[in-house]
């Protein structure tokens, strides 16, 4: 079992940038791949960002490529989510995921671990 935490979200204007965290504890030896994924209020919720446990290959959605950047350090947990010119339309609750390396990384229900998730405002 992995135990996530994400930490890091608040209330930013319009153009800010908040870096988001996720540490874990428990069995966090394993190759995972550390995705992150949000929920808006009232929609379903959607892929972000995933990166593989060596950090060589990341993904984004289309909506935050050139926006926000995906890392971790030597192949371990914790991850980060460094988030820039932030828009209202990112306001969320984002989650930290973890998974492994098989499969897609776009599919939340690939994913076998999740954090409680930290809200993110953007204000116009």
């Known amino acids: 079992q992995v135990q996530l935490v994400e930490s890091g979200g608040g209330l930013v204007q319009a153009g800010g940038s908040l870096r988001l965290s996720c540490a874990a504890s428990?069995?966090?030896?394993?190759?995972?791949?550390m995705g992150w994924f949000r929920q808006a209020p009232g929609k379903e919720r959607e892929f972000v960002a995933a990166?593989?446990?060596?950090?060589?290959?990341?993904y984004y959605a289309d909506s935050v490529k050139g926006r926000f950047t995906i890392s971790r350090d030597n192949a371990k947990i914790p991850v980060y989510l460094q988030m820039n010119s932030l828009k209202p339309e990112d306001t969320a609750v984002y989650y930290c995921?973890?998974?492994?390396?098989?499969?897609?990384?776009?599919?939340?229900?690939?994913?076998?671990?999740w954090g409680q998730g930290t809200q993110v405002t953007v204000s116009s």
């Open positions: 995921a973890a998974k492994t390396p098989w499969g897609t990384h776009y599919t939340d229900t690939k994913y076998n671990y």
């Open positions: 990166i593989t446990w060596s950090g060589g290959s990341t």
């Open positions: 428990g069995r966090t030896s394993g190759s995972y791949v």
